[in-house]
């Protein structure tokens, strides 16, 4: 799945889209978030003028890439619903958020900020798919009587989404993320 821009677009505009997205990926892997917009403009082969007309905003160049990497995450989330054990089914739903959005150094910070943005396309596609998801994954849990029934999934998804930030500014540790998890998880059983 991928999700892309909503207008369709020329051939040409579509494969400057699609460069500059690439180019994002690896700055951001090698740099962070905050990799200079006209370096990926250069790293892509288009000027900066085509850069801001496609994402106006460093915000937007990054929503662009998480939400085309969403889909993955989606996929994941529907093999997990057919998981007989519903209880690591969602654990392991809420560690692919956190590996998610750790991926590039500064993204899970943004993802925040995107998120409190009511407006922001990662809002939105959040909204409907990740909580679709996560929600199906809780109740089935709670269902099964593995999670308390009062647990709430946009709880959840703030303590994976702390866990990513921490996991960020902690670079010495590499199972940071996997040992907070653990932590945070242990409260979920009745």
Known sequence: MTIGPVRPMRADARRNYERLLDAAKAAFAEHGTEAPLDDIAKRAGVGSGTLYRHFPTRLDLIEAVFLERIGTLMDAAKEL??????YQALVEFLKRIIQHSTTYRGLAKALMAALHDRGSEVARSCHVLVYDAGERLLDRAK?????????????LLKLANGIALAAEQDTDATDVSDRLLALAVAGLRP
Not at 81 to 86: I, K, L, S, W
């Open 81 to 86: 619903e057919r998981q007989p054990d519903a």
């Open 143 to 155: 269902a099964q009587g593995s999670v308390r029934a009062e647990v709430d999934l946009r709880d």
